[in-house]
Nanobody
């Protein structure tokens, strides 16, 4: 399993930007696909973005497409989520997750390792 720790959350005004980071421990980071999910108050956790082990393949939820960019640095064992043009509806706890396969998935059940989450709050 991969141990994951998110950082970079905070309070930002609508239209602003944030970059989330997810530091991974373990030698398997570069071998596995990664993803970002989020959970807003009173809602189910939902898929945000995912990236293959090499970074060559990505997938985004329609609600963030064109605003968010997922990337990874395998040399640093770190996953990123750059969030631009943030909206109040992006307010949520954001989680990074790792799966045991190398290719992208958007299904929460396909991810076996999860971080503790980082809060993102967007004010209007």
């Amino acid at each position: 399993q991969v141990h994951l720790v998110e950082s970079g959350g905070g309070l930002v005004q609508a239209g602003g930007s944030l970059r989330l980071s997810c530091a991974a421990s373990g030698r398997t980071f570069s071998s596995v696909a990664m993803g970002w999910f989020r959970q807003a108050p009173g809602k189910e956790r939902e898929f945000v973005a995912a990236i293959s082990r090499s970074g060559g393949s990505t997938s985004y939820a329609d609600s963030v497409k064109g605003r968010f960019t997922i990337s990874r640095d395998n040399a640093k064992n770190t996953l990123y989520l750059l969030m631009n043009n943030l909206k109040p509806e992006d307010t949520a706890v954001y989680y990074c997750a790792a799966r045991s396969r190398s290719f992208v998935s958007i299904r929460e059940a396909d991810f076996g390792s999860w971080g503790q989450g980082t809060q993102v709050t967007v004010s209007s």
